[in-house]
């Protein structure tokens, strides 16, 4: 079992660029794969971005890409989530999750909420134009 804890959300101006932490509790982190999600007010939880277990494969909603980048330390049980030129689309609460059973690596997959086992508390990000 994992525990995660999310970090660095909070108020940032259009344009503007945040770091996402998630701390992960166990020794065997490296053996999830790690994504994330975000879900706003009124809307349904989506998918943000997947990292592979070692970090060699990124996988991106349409859009984020080219603007966020999720990355791993597994030498610090952590995912990042780095946000540049932040819209106020992007408001929302943010969520890492850890997908411990899944074998073979393939993006649309893990873009689906249901694919992971275990979720953060969330971290809420909001944008002001």
């Known amino acids: 079992q994992v525990q995660l804890v999310e970090s660095g959300g909070g108020l940032v101006q259009a344009g503007g660029s945040l770091r996402l932490s998630c701390a992960a509790s166990?020794?065997?982190?490296?053996?999830?794969?790690m994504g994330w999600f975000r879900q706003a007010p009124g809307k349904e939880r989506e998918f943000v971005a997947a990292?592979?277990?070692?970090?060699?494969?990124?996988y991106y909603a349409d859009s984020v890409k080219g603007r966020f980048t999720i990355s791993r330390d597994n030498a610090k049980n952590t995912v990042y989530l780095q946000m540049n030129s932040l819209k106020p689309e992007d408001t929302a609460v943010y969520y890492c999750?850890?997908?411990?059973?899944?074998?073979?690596?393939?993006?649309?997959?893990?873009?689906?909420?249901?694919?992971?086992?275990?979720w953060g508390q969330g971290t809420q990000v909001t944008v002001s134009s």
């Open positions: 166990g020794r065997t982190f490296s053996s999830y794969v």
């Open positions: 990292i592979s277990w070692k970090g060699g494969s990124s």
């Open positions: 999750a850890a997908d411990g059973h899944i074998s073979m690596w393939y993006g649309p997959t893990l873009a689906d909420q249901y694919e992971y086992d275990y």
